[in-house]
């Protein structure tokens, strides 16, 4: 059973940084892509980055520039690197993998985390 587990959520200041992590234990396969969604009160979730093997990567345009999505020494951990965050940001932020690709836009992960919760303030 794969299962996918965040960390490094919590509340910051307008401006600041946090950095997310997650590692999937429970298989042995690398997996194809590793993404990062969230999902604020009242809204759809929506794709904030995603990494796929070989490198590419893919942003939302509310975090070009802001965000840097990166993968791990270790397989199957991926890390979202977040600084000048602002209220729109807060949200909770989910870890989802895909294990084969090609990749289908639209197409649901097939794991995903938790959530952990970001909060910025003004």
């Known amino acids: 059973q794969v299962q996918l587990v965040e960390s490094g959520g919590g509340l910051v200041q307008s401006g600041g940084s946090l950095r997310l992590s997650c590692a999937a234990s429970g298989t042995i396969f690398t997996m194809f892509a590793m993404a990062w969604y969230r999902q604020a009160p009242g809204k759809q979730r929506e794709l904030v980055a995603r990494?796929?093997?070989?490198?590419?990567?893919k942003y939302a345009d509310s975090v070009k520039g802001r965000f840097t999505i990166s993968r791990g020494n270790t397989r199957n951990t991926v890390y979202l690197q977040m600084n000048s965050l602002q209220p729109d940001d807060t949200a909770v932020y989910y870890c989802?993998?895909?294990?084969?690709?090609?990749?289908?836009?639209?197409?649901?992960?097939?794991?995903w985390g938790q959530g952990t919760q970001v909060t910025v303030s003004t």
């Open positions: 989802s993998s895909t294990r084969f690709g090609p990749l289908v836009e639209g197409a649901s992960p097939d794991y």
């Open positions: 990494t796929i093997t070989g490198g590419s990567t």
